[in-house]
């Protein structure tokens, strides 16, 4: 799996009191202008823990760091525990009845807050980064793809470790950009470029691993690269099935379903790593199970509204039936 489908670089939107930071891991949020304490934050794949409320005379933030990967997540979620009896409120909708981000906010009031925070902050990368990010989620890839490669332009040669911080996950954005259009080369290029730069990188490693491993080739390399990011981050899903796709594709059915099995998140299941289990489960003839795999690949799939890749799934239904 892409490390990008559950961990897009996370560059921010704002709306209404609610204003998201564009660091890769930071959201900042005014509550009615009081210092709350929050529990918990998710966008997207993202969930993570926040800081208590620290006013810093401009955007009144709330900080959320070190963010984790909460695959199947694609929501806004805040978890406000009250002063006095730690009691919760709940802003948003959590599990099967969370609506998109657009859904929630809009489309257009998260793009004008974007881009209202990037004239205000004009020479901070990480506010530009936000109107991008936006536009990936959005599904508006090639207006994306463009505004990730203007970004990249105009702040290229900046050397303050935010802003290249900043820089790396916009390349690594931007290949997944490439990569849901079909721009597979400029996927790899981009890919290329992180770890000419970071070779140590364990997201580009896994990304391109992936991405070589789901065209079939270079599938040695592709293994070492996953391998790689795996002894990182042992627990990593992403991983996990960029590993057990790459044993599918190798015909170690057999690993590929012990890999694949760790990978899915049982309260949050994401699409494509079901849909890679019932393939493997498939290919060691457990159709029961490739069945019911596959059937909950569709469902996930058309509550993320990826309507062609569930019909794919649905052909592999009939044709096992």
């Not at 929501?75 to 802003?91: F, K, S, Y």
């Not at 970071?198 to 990304?207: G, L, M, R, T």
Request: aromatic share 8%; net charge negative; with cysteine.
């Amino acid at each position: 799996m892409l490390f990008d489908e559950v961990h897009e670089a996370f560059h921010g939107f704002g709306f209404g009191n609610v204003e998201l930071d564009g660091r890769l891991a930071d959201i900042q949020i005014d509550l009615a202008g009081r210092a709350a304490h929050i529990a918990e934050v998710r966008v997207g794949h993202f969930a993570g823990a926040v800081d208590d409320a620290a006013h810093d005379g401009d955007l009144h933030p709330l900080e959320m760091f070190r963010a984790h990967l909460d695959a199947g997540g694609d929501g806004l979620q805040v978890e406000q525990g009250a002063a006095a009896g730690r009691a919760r409120h709940i802003i948003g909708l959590e599990g099967p009845a969370t609506r998109r981000l657009q859904d929630v906010v809009g489309q257009a009031q998260a793009l004008a807050a974007a881009r209202f925070a990037a004239e205000k902050k004009k020479d901070s990368a990480r506010f530009a980064s936000r109107v991008p990010w936006i536009l990936f989620r959005a599904k508006r890839y090639e207006e994306a793809r463009q505004a990730f490669e203007k970004l990249l332009a105009r702040f290229g040669g900046e050397q303050d470790p935010e802003t290249v911080a900043v820089l790396r996950e916009a390349r690594l954005s931007v290949s997944a950009v490439c990569v849901a259009q079909g721009r597979l080369a400029e996927a790899e290029e981009w890919l290329q470029q992180v770890l000419d730069e970071y070779p140590d990188d364990i997201e580009a490693d896994n990304d391109l691993g992936f991405l070589w491993a789901d065209e079939n080739t270079h599938l040695q390399r592709a293994s070492k690269m996953i391998a790689v990011a795996i002894a990182a981050e042992p627990k990593n899903r992403a991983y996990r099935d960029s590993l057990g796709w790459i044993y599918y594709r190798t015909g170690r059915f057999a690993e590929a379903v012990v890999e694949l099995e760790k990978a899915v998140d049982e309260k949050q299941p994401d699409a494509t790593v079901l849909d890679h289990l019932g393939d493997a489960y498939e290919k060691l003839g457990r159709y029961d199970k490739a069945l019911a795999a596959w059937q909950r690949a569709i469902a996930a799939y058309e509550k993320d509204k990826e309507r062609e890749k569930a019909g794919k799934v649905a052909e592999k239904i009939k044709k096992t039936r």
